[in-house]
């Protein structure tokens, strides 16, 4: 139920189907939970605590929006990970929806995703760059056992082309954009599209550096608009589409490059109520 795109964001999401791109995602996603962080994050003075175990504090957002908002959580309650990557916060959603969609551009991200899903005990191997030409080849981090992997289906996808509701199994009570609207083609098409995929009172958690390039996003289409920041302009969209704004902070994540270089990024996350 997917369509391909095209011009910027084809060129640039070329780069995400890579075995690095996969294995940098993996250690963001699984490998800062604290039985291996020591081993992803190298410790030191001063270490921020605060951007640690990113997908899963986002999918924490998620759950206490629906609970403050009276959004539907639950065994009857749908999520959406738009933008999953290799799944992170997507595992983590299923511990408060039951039934869990997650998808993504990148045939990579998805197959990783799904490979986690299915494989026995849910242990998940990945290497981390160290120094130079040094590789750790033998991390291995683990979600929960007791997940059922038929509450999550992930889907290979165009997140600025996204199917009818009904083709993804019906509407949705939340979803999820981590760090997603910067990356894409068409932002604003993508934000239109969940005006029809989210029932009423449902809540959409968007959490974006907006961090514009136009290897993915002609710069006419950035929300970011001559003096109009991004964060204003996306309340200003998803208010047009029939949200309401209840939530906005800093959300810091820290991703690895080798063991003495990191992006340090603060991603900014909102969330709004769908009231029409």
């Known amino acids: 139920p997917t369509k391909g795109t095209s011009g910027a964001a084809q060129q640039g999401s070329q780069g995400y189907e890579t075995d690095q791109l996969v294995n940098q995602y993996l250690a963001l996603h699984f490998g800062q939970q604290p039985e291996v962080v020591d081993e992803t994050v190298r410790p030191h003075p001063g270490l921020p605590q605060g951007a640690l175990n990113f997908p899963q504090r986002c999918a924490d957002l998620v759950r206490e929006m629906a609970q403050q908002h009276g959004a539907r959580i639950g065994s009857e309650?749908?999520?959406?990970?738009?933008g999953c990557a290799v799944g992170g916060a997507s595992f983590a959603l299923a511990n408060s929806f039951g039934h869990v969609t997650g998808i993504d551009f990148s045939h990579a991200f998805i197959a990783k995703a799904?490979?986690?899903?299915?494989a026995p005990g849910r242990a998940i191997s990945f290497s981390v760059p160290v120094e130079g030409t040094i590789t750790r080849d033998d991390l291995v981090a683990r979600i929960s056992p007791d997940l059922d992997p038929s509450a999550l289906n992930f889907l290979q996808g165009d997140a600025c082309a996204l199917p009818e509701a009904s083709e993804l199994g019906?509407?949705?009570d939340a979803v999820l954009m981590a760090n997603l609207l910067c990356r894409l083609p068409e932002p604003t098409a993508c934000l239109a599209s969940l005006r029809r995929l989210v029932?009423?009172?449902g809540i959409v958690v968007t959490v974006s550096p907006f961090?514009?390039?136009e290897d993915f996003t002609r710069r006419d289409k950035w929300l970011q608009q001559g003096d109009r920041g991004?964060?204003?302009a996306l309340e200003k969209v998803m208010h047009a589409h029939g949200f309401e704004q209840v939530h906005l902070a800093d959300m810091p994540l820290l991703i690895r490059e080798h063991e003495r270089k990191y992006q340090y990024i603060v991603s900014s996350a909102a969330a709004f109520k769908k009231v029409e």
């Open 170 to 172: 019906g509407r949705f």
């Open 199 to 201: 029932n009423t009172g």
């Open 114 to 118: 799904c490979e986690i899903r299915d």
């Open 77 to 82: 309650a749908r999520a959406l990970d738009l």
């Open 211 to 213: 961090s514009w390039m």
């Open 230 to 232: 991004s964060a204003g």
